[in-house]
């Protein structure tokens, strides 16, 4: 129901843009988030957005290089990467909940999940 993609590889300084598309049901009221995910350690959320797209929420180490939005139908969410660093490689995920929580950055908090798109930043 959620899919990812826009991964691949980049150098450092770089931009990536990852989308999101929702189907077989509507997520436009969903609180939407991106996650990322290396071998060897905890899923990482990385960034969220409330249905209106009116609050963002980001990990401090992507704030000013990373943009989280919402299409205009509300059923993609997208994650602009800019200013790629190497430590920004992972496995990137998107994931949906119904409605607001104040554990944004949990992923047990999300209801579903897409399958993770890579992203890979050479130095």
């Known amino acids: 129901q959620l899919q990812a993609y826009g991964g691949g590889l980049v150098q450092a300084g770089g931009s990536l843009r990852l989308s999101c598309a929702a189907s077989?049901?509507?997520?436009?009221?969903?609180?939407m988030g991106w996650f990322r995910e290396v071998p060897g350690k905890e899923r990482e959320f990385v960034a969220a957005?409330?249905?209106?797209?009116?609050?963002?929420y980001y990990v401090e180490s992507v704030k000013g290089r990373f943009t989280i939005s919402r299409g205009n139908a509300k059923n993609t969410v997208y994650l602009q990467l800019n200013s790629l660093k190497p430590e920004d490689t992972a496995v990137y995920y998107c994931a949906a909940r119904l409605g607001y929580s104040g554990r944004y950055f949990d992923p047990n908090e999300y209801d579903y999940w897409g399958q993770g798109t890579h992203v890979t930043v050479s130095s």
């Open positions: 957005i409330n249905w209106s797209a009116f609050n963002t």
């Open positions: 077989g049901r509507t997520f436009s009221n969903d609180f």
